[in-house]
DNA sequence: ATAAAAATTTAGACAAATCTAAAAATTTAT
DNA sequence: ATAAATTTTTAGATTTGTCTAAATTTTTAT
C-alpha cells in the first residue's frame, strides 16, 4: 500500500503541528493553514487517512498520528532533511534556497535511494537547520544542545543549527559567515542589552544580538 | 506554464518514439503501450497536448512533438541523464538499478538544481548507458564513437555506454569489471565466431562473444 | 474494390484531490 | 444559559488522468 504525494504531505504536517502542541491534536484549520488548502478539503482527506489507520480521526475533535501515521511521517522527514544536506553540502546551495527543492525531492521513496544518500553524505544526524534526522527505524539521534546565550564567557562549541528558520535570517547568517559546524567562542556578554561577541571559527570576532544569538543552537566542546 | 508529471512523460516518451522513427509519426497504440496504459487514454491525453500547443496531432494520423513539446522533452531527458550519472558514481548504484529511480527525479524542475547537479558531478557528456546529455538549451554533444567491432587488434579506448539497456546485460557487465570509462584494449579476434579479447584497465584480459562486443561504445583514444 | 482486421476515437464512468456555499457542531462571551 | 461567533463538516461541482465498451476510421487481404 503506496501513499501519494499529498498524502505523506499531510501526515508530515500533522507530525509538525502535533509536535508544536506536545503531542495534543491538531485542527483542521491549522492543518488548512499549512497544506495551503480549504477546511474543506482537509475533512475529506482526514476521513480517507483515517480509514487508511494512519491517523485518529474524531469529527470535530482534530486529529493525530497513529503508530503508522507517524513512521511514515518519519520517513518523508528523514528525506527530506537528508537531501537538505545535500542541498547544501555537496550542491552549494544556500540556506535558504534548501527547503522548497527538498519539499520535492523528500517524495522519492526508494529505500534504497535514501539509504545511499545518507551513506553518501556520512551519515548526518542534524539537517542545514540543526534539526535531528531520524533513522531508518524512526529513531532520533539524541540531542543536547544549549543556545548561545547559555554558555559562559570563553566556553566553545560547535554550531549544530538554528531554531529561527526565516530566510532573511539564514541569509544573515550566511553574509556573516556563520556556517553549520563552525567552531564559536563566546568573548564577551553586553549586561545592558545581552548582545554578545564571539569568535568564529578562531579567525574573526563578531556582535551578535541578543535576538541573534537565542537561535543558534550550539553543541559544547 | 507548469507541464504536470504525467504530461512530461508522455512529452518524453513520444521524443523517443519519433527518434526511432527518424522524426516520423508516434502511433497511438505504440504510445500506449511505452506509457503502460491504454488507447483511449493516450488519445485523451494527445488532444489535452495538441491543445497546449506541446504536440502536432491530427486525428488518427499519429503525433509529434512540436518545438516546444521538444525543448520540454529534452529537459526532462537532460535531468533524466544527469540524475543517472549522480546515482552510479556518487552513490555506487549498479547500471541495472539505475533507470527506475531516475524516472522519478527527472521530474523535479528546479532550474537551479539542474544547473548544480550538472556543475557537482563536472558536466558530464554521457550518461552512464553512453547516451548523450543535451545541455540547457537542448543541444546534444558531438558524438563520434565506435563499437567495439569496429576496433582493430591493438586499438584502445575508454567505455562510453551501451547500446542494449537489457539489465541481465548490464548486470553481466558489471560483473565482470566493465564500467563506464574504463580503458579497454583490443588484444585478439577469433575470426570463426568474432568473438574477441580484451584488457581492461591495462590489468585484466576478457574474453567477449560478438553479441557482447558489438554492445560496448567505444571513444577512441 | 470491398470485406475483414486492426487501430483509433468517442461516450460515459470513476477515483483523487480540490473548491464554494450551506449546514451543523463547538466554543465564547455576555 | 443561551445567543453570537467560530470552527468544522457535508453537499454538490470541478479538474486530471484513467478506464471499458461501443463506434468510427484506416489498413490489409483477397
Redesign the interface.
Known amino acids: 500500500m503506496t501513499n501519494s504525494f499529498t498524502e505523506e504531505n499531510y501526515l508530515k504536517i500533522i507530525y509538525h503541528l502535533s509536535k508544536e502542541l506536545d503531542g495534543g491534536e491538531v485542527s483542521t484549520n491549522s492543518l488548512a493553514e499549512m497544506a495551503k488548502t480549504k477546511a474543506a478539503s482537509v475533512s475529506d482527506m482526514l476521513k480517507k487517512l483515517s480509514e487508511k489507520k494512519l491517523v485518529n480521526y474524531q469529527k470535530y475533535q482534530g486529529v493525530t498520528l497513529t503508530k503508522l501515521g507517524q513512521t511514515i511521517a518519519l520517513k518523508v522527514i528523514r528525506r527530506h532533511r537528508l537531501w537538505e544536506v545535500f542541498?547544501l553540502e555537496?550542491?552549494?546551495?544556500t540556506w535558504d534556497?534548501v527547503h522548497?527543492?527538498a519539499e520535492?525531492?523528500e517524495h522519492?521513496s526508494?529505500e534504497?535511494?535514501v539509504e545511499?544518500?545518507d551513506?553518501?553524505l556520512g551519515f548526518p544526524r542534524f539537517d542545514p537547520h540543526g534539526d535531528p534526522i531520524p533513522d531508518q527505524s524512526g529513531k532520533f539521534p539524541s540531542t543536547i544542545y544549549h543556545n548561545l546565550t547559555e554558555l559562559k564567557i570563553g566556553q566553545a562549541g560547535i554550531l549544530m543549527g538554528v531554531s529561527e528558520h526565516n530566510p532573511s535570517f539564514l541569509k544573515f547568517l550566511a553574509k556573516i559567515g556563520l556556517t553549520l559546524g563552525c567552531s564559536i567562542v563566546l568573548n564577551e556578554i553586553n549586561e545592558f542589552d545581552h548582545s554578545i561577541s564571539i569568535k568564529i571559527n578562531n579567525e574573526i570576532d563578531h556582535f551578535l544580538s541578543y535576538e541573534v544569538s537565542k537561535n543558534l543552537l550550539i553543541k559544547l566542546n
Not at 555537496?90 to 546551495?93: A, C, H, R
Open positions: 542541498l555537496k550542491l552549494n546551495f534556497e522548497n527543492v520535492e525531492l522519492i526508494s534504497k535511494l545511499k544518500l551513506e553518501f
